[in-house]
């Protein structure tokens, strides 16, 4: 590994990082690691590079060095899975790609490790159930999207003891009074 011109770096491989930080990459042009680290020393990235593309798993760390994202690419492009962690390490957000679109389950969690919101995507739309939780794990919304992305079905909402508060029907995007 040796230190290297960050700026130059970030040119072909696209990263987009403080310019403040170091940059240690191993100076290959083809299945090369990479490893950014803070001014005080800590790690603050750590990836590799295929062919002057992001390829695998990417890992940032935050600044107490605990592990704040992970995601995995292909060919430069988000592909797979995609991690977000509160600075505590608890799991925040759990969410697919496809060729840099999110595609999938997609969930975001409270901190205190109840589930906060579900929903599936397809190409970067919503589509099918969405749930919202409160903190207590006890439903807070419930909506459903058709295959274009727009609402269609009952919106529903919950207070935090779980009773229905309110629910208002849509078709196509459009509220039927």
Known sequence: MKKVNKA??????????????????????????????????????????????????KIRYSSNGKVSQTAFYVNGGIHGEFKVYYENGSLLTKSFYKRGIVHGPYSTYHLNGQVLCDVNYNNGTK?????????NGNIRLEC?????????????CYTKRGKLKSELLYKNGVAVI
């Open 8 to 57: 130059t770096f970030a040119k072909s491989v696209l990263l987009h990082e403080d310019l403040d930080e170091t940059l240690v990459w191993d100076g290959q042009a083809d299945n090369s690691s990479y490893t950014v680290y803070s001014p005080s020393g800590s790690i603050r990235l750590k990836g590799t590079v295929k062919n002057g593309k992001l390829e695998g798993k």
């Open 144 to 156: 459903t999207y058709n295959e274009k992305g727009a609402l269609d079905g009952y919106f529903r």
């Open 127 to 135: 589509v099918g159930t969405e749930r919202r939780y409160h903190s």
